[in-house]
């Protein structure tokens, strides 16, 4: 089978003569390890951030060599273990690995696997579970994240994969939706989804152009910041909290840790 294989430690973007990454034509099509194991046909696979960390070798989890990076994934069930109980083959299905998705197939147990409804496009499935299960654990489970506060999200590299999912998840889950992003596209991006007010980082005092907007609408802060950017904007953004917010760690796109003020997380924040 076709694989992206990453064979050491280096940086993807460099020439194809010295980069870490190839394409083998020749991998060994996985096989079923267990009696509950599926063999998936990948169909469509994502690339998240955290997969060119991997091959970096700056990620938390540092895989030996050689490997197949990538994460999410959608396809379609080509095989199947004796003990099979949940899917057939011909299903449409997506997922999320540790490593192995950059591949014609993938080996996972069963339960690993979600049915993709019929009708339902699967490159959109492949996107899926990184990014929106990400922002609904730290929207819905860590923030609490309800309609019936009325709450105030701040996001914060929202034209990315994770800010648009944390906008979608705000927007249903009853929020008034702040975002931030950089450059007009993404500016119409965010105002295509339906959000309340956009910054632009690239032309605009953020902080400003959101008290305004707070001040306009009578809101006495933002209740949730999600960061999947980190640096400067954290900090500045910071701010822009309500008594009692939470901070969202997400990430750190910027490639800076933030610096968080002592005194502001003392008198505003209530949990991370």
Known sequence: MEA?????????????????????DSHPIPSLYSPTAVRVR???????????????GKYEEKPPHPFIPGSDYSGVVESIG???????????????????????????????????????????????????GTSHVALIHRAQLTSA?????????????VGISAVQIGKVGGATVIAVARGTEKVQILKSLGVDHVGDWSNENVTESVKNFLKAKKLK?????????????TKETMKLLNWGAHILAIG??????????????????RAW
């Open 4 to 24: 992206l294989v990453c064979r050491k430690v280096g940086d993807p973007t460099l020439p194809d003569e010295i980069s870490p990454i190839s394409v083998s």
């Open 42 to 56: 990948v169909k469509a696979t994502s690339l998240n951030y955290a997969n060119y960390l991997e091959i970096l």
């Open 82 to 132: 004796p003990s099979v109980s949940m899917f057939k083959i011909g299903d449409t299905v997506c997922s999320v690995a540790n490593l192995g998705s950059f591949a014609q197939y993938i080996v996972v147990d069963e339960t690993e696997l979600f049915r993709v409804p019929d009708g339902c496009d699967l490159v959109a499935a492949a996107a899926l579970p990184v990014a929106f």
């Open 149 to 161: 506060q009325g709450p105030v999200l701040l996001v914060l590299g929202a034209a990315g994969g």
């Open 221 to 233: 802060g933002v209740d949730v910041l999600y960061d999947p950017v980190g640096g400067k904007l």
């Open 252 to 269: 750190f796109a910027s490639g800076e840790f933030p610096v968080i003020p002592a005194n502001i997380a003392l008198v505003k924040v």
